[in-house]
């Protein structure tokens, strides 16, 4: 039960089962609310009768955060349910806890994109109970109730069964930072770039996306610079595989519409503040894949890196990734894109020590990651 008597409030429909709607010979019940069409929940639940969650509540003009108990039926529908063990800290679940974050869309929320534990229910036999799984992207933690809690409904279609060789820990070590930078270097390598090719630079190295995509890349071969503003964290940066090392302001500082042909490729997780650098220093026909907006997301260049040197923007969306996709690119990241040094700089935190990873990770104080146990 929430704050204000609610119960499951998601993306403004009521979950509530209308007692008259249960029948009880069959699995699922179906209901309707507020004349919108007919959803399928679980009437008997492998959820246990009471169970912590790291809950966000907007109120007035504040939000309020903090460990809750709630019930199976404050959770969503869907077909798994899952026992959550790890999820990780995001920049976007940093948002989602902020009044000023302009990401949650719906309050109360259950912040947490991504989660890895176990299957305790499940109506798709591809999903047997007991299996490790693990769900990240789609609405979970924004639109729709996410990792921070011990338990979690979700629809079939959004759970990737996890690998062996990846434990729930290491899994949420990578994360939906990792994917996303394995993606990154999917994308680049899907148009052309190969080892040899000349360097390419990552920038916000010293954070999720960065020190993974920079971890990935140097495994693959590349010539790999990284770009930080945190000096101390060179020689973490060159243990994972850089070559070299840029500071904030080698990255940031205004130039010409077009300079010196420097990168072969280029991974940017920062945006407003690195992007425009990095267009007019790619070399002719090389791209850059963009998924960071932690310095804001106005863009400010010129056509001429388009228009003259035929260089490409490639943005990194792995929120509506369909989902036989993300398997695949999970199986490759328990494979041949797995990053060296997962356990490396990943400060584990819990439930009732969530914010103040949450608020650093908001004010750009993410050194690697980190993961936070759930449930044991």
């Not at 008259?20 to 008997?44: E, I, K, L, Y």
């Not at 955060?65 to 039926?73: I, K, N, P």
């Not at 869907?78 to 989602?96: C, H, M, P, Q, T």
């Not at 969306?317 to 490396?344: H, K, N, V």
Request: positive net charge; contains cysteine.
């Amino acid at each position: 039960m929430f704050r204000d008597g609610r119960v499951g409030v998601i993306a403004r429909r009521c979950w509530t089962i209308p007692a008259c709607f249960v029948n009880p010979g069959h699995r699922f019940a179906t209901f309707r609310c507020a004349g919108r069409r007919s959803a399928s929940v679980r009437a008997v639940t492998a959820i246990p009768r009471s169970f912590r969650a790291y809950i966000a509540e907007k109120v007035d003009d504040r939000v309020e955060r903090g460990v809750r108990s709630l019930a199976a039926s404050d959770l969503p529908p869907g077909e798994v349910e899952i026992r959550v063990e790890w999820s990780s800290v995001n920049y976007k679940d940093g948002l989602a806890t902020r009044a000023d974050g302009k990401v949650a869309r719906i309050s109360p929320l259950i912040p947490g994109i991504d989660l890895a534990g176990k299957v305790v229910s499940s109506a798709d036999p591809a999903l047997a109970v007991g299996a490790t799984v693990l769900a990240h992207g789609y609405d979970l933690g924004v639109a729709r109730h996410g990792g921070y809690s011990e338990f979690q409904r979700v629809p079939a279609g959004w759970v990737v069964p996890l690998d062996a060789s990846l434990d729930p820990r290491e899994a949420m070590a990578i994360g939906t930072a990792g994917f996303t930078a394995a993606m990154s270097v999917i994308a680049l390598e899907d148009r052309g770039l190969r080892p040899g090719d000349g360097p390419v630079l990552v920038t916000g190295a010293s954070g999720g996306v960065g020190s993974t995509a920079v971890a990935i890349l140097a495994q693959r071969g590349h010539e790999v610079w990284a770009a930080t503003g945190k000096p101390d964290e060179e020689a973490r940066l060159r243990t994972l595989g850089a070559t070299g090392v840029l500071s904030r302001d080698d990255v940031t500082a205004s130039g010409k519409p077009l300079e010196s042909e420097r990168w072969a490729g280029a991974v940017d997780a920062v945006g407003a503040a690195t992007l425009p650098y990095v267009l007019r220093t790619l070399r002719t026909g090389a791209a850059v894949a963009s998924s960071g907006n932690a310095s804001g997301p106005k863009l400010e260049t010129t056509v001429f890196p388009f228009i003259l040197r035929g260089v490409a923007l490639l943005g990194m969306d792995s929120a509506q990734m369909a989902i036989e996709r993300r398997r695949a690119i999970w199986a490759r990241l328990a494979d041949d894109l797995r990053p060296r040094g997962t356990g490396d700089a990943v400060t584990d935190v819990d439930l009732d020590t969530l914010d103040g990873a949450l608020d650093a990770i908001v004010a750009g104080a993410a050194r690697g990651r980190w993961v936070v146990r759930v449930s044991d």
